[in-house]
């Protein structure tokens, strides 16, 4: 349901920014878009063009905003209450700490040479330093 809402907005967007950089302007200060002339015989005058199109923006702009609210509303009652650190621990299977010992309990938000000491491995430098005679 929210992927072909979100697919639907997405439409409405590209459909809305073609429909606004269609119109034509008002006039501007330099002047520019504003010029015309009619010409006659066509499918549509240029006011009727510019109410058609504006009317088109009107509805589309409204569906914009039912699509964001529904979005909205969708996202809300998905929302997920908790931290990410326990949630990636639930996906990955590793205990979050609650309920087990302590020789199985997950790494602790501290640093990574506690986590090691708590778990009784050897802390020794990988390489060592060289000493002047």
């Given at each position: 349901m929210t992927t072909v809402l979100i697919v639907i907005h997405l439409m409405l967007v590209l459909a809305l920014i073609?429909?606004?950089?269609?119109q034509r302007s008002e006039?501007?200060?330099?002047?520019?878009?504003?010029?015309?002339?009619?010409?006659?015989?066509?499918?549509?005058?240029?006011r009727g063009a510019a109410n058609a199109l504006t009317k088109t923006t009107t509805i589309l702009?409204?569906?914009?905003?039912?699509?964001s609210i529904a979005l909205g509303v969708i996202s809300q009652g998905e929302s997920r209450t908790?931290?990410?650190?326990?949630?990636?621990?639930n996906q990955n299977g590793v205990p979050t700490g609650e309920g087990t010992?302590?020789?199985?309990?997950?790494?602790?938000?501290?640093n990574l040479l506690e986590d090691l000491e708590r778990e009784?491995?050897?802390?020794?430098?990988t390489t060592s330093v060289p000493t002047s005679e």
């Open positions: 073609v429909l606004i950089l269609l006039g501007g200060a330099l002047g520019i878009g504003g010029g015309g002339g009619g010409g006659g015989g066509g499918f549509m005058s240029a702009a409204a569906g914009f905003f039912a699509t908790g931290n990410v650190i326990e949630q990636l621990g010992d302590a020789g199985t309990a997950a790494p602790s938000a501290g009784g491995q050897p802390i020794a430098p």
